[in-house]
């Protein structure tokens, strides 16, 4: 057996024009996601009366089973919810009418939500119950403390975190081939099929998720070193 050096290239052409549905299924999900763990992270915080069980059950459901699990009960159970109350209420709306990614983003929301949650919790533990004291002492509510001095200390500390949250669901993404969503993974399989050239795809396939990767890690220094630069006595 030999590599088909030339065909890497052919193949990583190819490949590269699913990138956009790649992204979209890593970046949407990451900032809806956010959205929800912020909201779930602060009732976890402070004890909300009868949201408080309802957020630990989300988190521990979504991060105590897999991720393709959460992908394959929305994909096949949304439909079945959407055309009974579509029935029941004559809404005349039909599942199958409604894009695939759009359950598969759904699925993601609610893992990535869940698992940015207990990372913003943790940065906001973190954070000294002296600097929330000092708020009160200069007359700022508690929503004022958690937005100008809380939350943006947590959310600094916790932008390695981010990172591997991101690289996680850049490479988790990969999933949504089972739903006959075509990203990276997906175009390097039909690539790979076509031409009876697996090894020389997924080789190709590999080098780009990679330079996502490093690239992803790189913005990641550079953000960092700015928002931490209150930590070394000014801005760098």
Do not use: C
């Amino acid at each position: 057996m030999t590599i088909d050096i030339p065909f890497i290239w052919v193949a990583f052409k190819e490949i590269i024009k699913a990138l956009p549905i790649t992204l979209t299924l890593t970046i949407v999900p990451l900032l809806l996601g956010f959205l929800i763990g912020i909201s779930v992270a602060l009732v976890r915080v402070y004890k909300v009366r009868y949201l408080y069980h309802a957020a630990n059950g989300y988190v521990s459901f979504f991060r105590g089973t897999p991720i393709i699990m959460h992908i394959m009960l929305i994909y096949f159970g949304f439909p079945l919810l959407i055309d009974r109350i579509s029935a029941k209420f004559a809404l005349g709306i039909q599942s199958n009418s409604i894009p695939v990614i759009l359950f598969v983003l759904i699925a993601l929301s609610l893992a990535a939500g869940a698992y940015l949650s207990e990372m913003i919790r943790s940065g906001i533990i973190s954070v000294s119950k002296g600097q929330m004291e000092a708020a009160y002492s200069v007359g700022m509510t508690k929503f004022q403390a958690m937005i100008r001095i809380i939350l943006p200390q947590a959310l600094a500390q916790s932008i390695p975190n981010f990172t591997n949250i991101f690289v996680g669901f850049l490479h988790t993404s990969s999933i949504a081939f089972l739903v006959s969503e075509k990203e990276l993974t997906g175009a390097a399989n039909i690539v790979a099929s076509t031409n009876l050239k697996f090894l020389e795809a997924f080789i190709a396939a590999g080098i780009i998720y990679w330079g996502l990767t490093i690239l992803a890690e790189g913005l990641s220094f550079l953000v960092e070193k700015k928002v931490t630069a209150y930590n070394r006595g000014g801005v760098s």
